[in-house]
């Protein structure tokens, strides 16, 4: 039965969607419903979310922000105040035309994202420079027409974060711009195990209505790049559109310089094509739900069950999120089953471990084996979780680096984008008409222009024109 269960999944080096796909649906991440694009996320699913809440939440709350809540619904003149934001959502967007059954005087559109409430909120919230900074975040769904869906990865309704700041000054609000983004790299790297590149969006890519959009940028195990979380400075442009002001010390009025940031559960999707093998789910030990699992052998044997209650009782007591497994399937099917569903460590335990006075370690990642006596065990398992982080990291920064490439004339660049998966970087003159002949060429964008420059020749490698910027190019997600 172990076999079957596996058999079930395409391996990845085959075929990687139907592989993303299998294991979404063989670990009960998510199912499918009779809304086109729409999932409905399970219980395994929803707890990584919550861990990735919690997580995020904490580390909000530590800068200053605080959690609000803002209605769904956007009426059509509201979100017509900034001309370059309503042009970039306008062809995702959903509309609500009737309450019950009367058609309604002024169409309102489901939020695709909310800087538009937050600004006619702020506008009647804000009177007084002793009024900023306002540094408010949400927990919600957002709505957006997607053509093409993928669970995780793009649905036409998900579950993000998405934080609102209005300050004094230019300098505030770039400070937060980037003090956000900081924290989602860190967030990324030290609890999901996914190393980024931090960096600029250029003009073409950047949010509608954004003076400058930064980027947290990951690359999959197939080789595609996924923005994995953005944070954008507004400037003063939202708050002349809203005519959002303030009455300065020196008595004067002016207008608030606003950002907005934001995460979502398509780093679910991230944490499955960064971390996933051939027999499902790798979970990083810091987002698992279920840290270890304890699976008796031979379990209707005097004293085994009770036995794994008792080791239970030790690794929760230690901390540690812990299940037993005592349904009445066999032993193989319950590891294949935790290795499907990427729960980092299983402990087995039957007769004669009980009697030698240990149990048996196995890592998910690796599948290396440790026998550890009972009462070291709880101090084990946790070194074990801590190598696996740090080491899942390690690994994915490595495959990272593997299949990062460099270009310098336009027939390497094509040629690296269509044979070579992964990130390319390349000089780039600053216009936009390269950024679409390359779009149009392989299909490949500009993913960030990193923080940390590198001079790798002085012309823009599509059009050989002096170059301005090096850029990481990639095909997306």
């Not at 980027?215 to 708050?239: P, R, V, W, Y």
């Not at 230690?318 to 980092?344: C, H, L, N, W, Y």
Request: hydrophobic fraction near 35%.
């Amino acid at each position: 039965m172990a076999k079957k269960l596996v058999e079930a999944i395409t391996s990845m080096d085959e075929d990687f969607a139907q592989w993303y796909t299998d294991v979404v649906k063989k670990a009960e991440l998510c199912g499918y419903t009779s809304v086109k694009g729409c999932m409905a996320i399970k219980p395994a699913g929803y707890a990584i979310w919550e861990n990735i809440q919690h997580e995020l939440d904490s580390r909000f709350k530590e800068t200053g922000v605080q959690n609000v809540y803002m209605p769904m619904f956007i009426p059509e003149s509201l979100l017509q105040k900034e001309k370059d934001h309503v042009e970039g959502f306008a062809p995702e967007v959903a509309w609500v035309t009737h309450g019950g059954l009367n058609e309604l005087q002024e169409r309102l559109c489901v939020r695709p994202t909310s800087e538009t409430l937050f600004c006619d909120f702020y506008q009647k919230d804000i009177q007084s420079h002793r009024d900023l900074p306002k540094v408010y975040n949400q927990w919600c769904s957002v709505v957006r027409w997607e053509k093409t869906t993928r669970p995780f990865l793009r649905s036409r309704e998900f579950l993000w974060q998405e934080g609102h700041t209005a300050h004094a000054t230019a300098e505030e609000a770039e400070e937060r711009t980037i003090q956000m983004l900081n924290l989602y790299a860190d967030f990324c790297e030290e609890v999901l195990a996914i190393p980024v590149i931090k960096g600029q969006k250029t003009d073409k890519e950047k949010f509608a209505g954004a003076v400058a959009t930064y980027t947290i940028e990951s690359l999959m195990h197939d080789g595609k790049a996924l923005q994995s979380g953005t944070s954008h400075n507004f400037g003063d442009g939202f708050a002349k559109a809203f005519g959002i002001q303030y009455t300065d010390k020196d008595n004067t009025l002016k207008y608030v310089h606003q950002t907005s940031w934001g995460m979502t559960t398509r780093m679910i999707g991230a944490i499955i094509m960064v971390h996933g093998d051939n027999s499902g789910l790798v979970l990083p030990p810091r987002i698992a739900p279920t840290q270890a699992v304890i699976i008796p052998i031979q379990q209707r044997k005097e004293g085994v069950l009770e036995k794994a209650d008792e080791l239970f009782a030790a690794l929760k007591a230690a901390g540690i999120r812990v299940k037993v497994d005592d349904t009445d399937r066999s032993p193989g099917f319950k590891f294949a089953e935790q290795e499907m569903r990427g729960i980092p460590v299983r402990i087995e335990c039957g007769p004669k471990d009980i009697e030698n006075g240990q149990a048996v370690i196995c890592r998910r990642d690796t599948r290396e084996k440790y026998v550890v006596s009972f009462d070291e065990l709880a101090s084990k398992v946790q070194e074990v979780l801590d190598l696996m982080q740090k080491e899942m990291l390690e690994r994915a920064r490595a495959h990272r680096d593997a299949h990062t490439y460099v270009a310098t004339n336009y027939e390497e660049f094509k040629d690296t984008i269509n044979n070579k998966p992964g990130f390319v970087k390349a000089m780039w003159c600053g216009n936009r008409e390269c950024e679409d002949k390359i779009k149009e060429d392989v299909q490949a964008t500009s993913r960030c222009m990193p923080f940390e420059q590198e001079h790798l020749s002085d012309v823009c490698v599509c059009c050989g024109k002096p170059a301005k910027k090096m850029v990481y190019w990639g095909r997306a997600y």
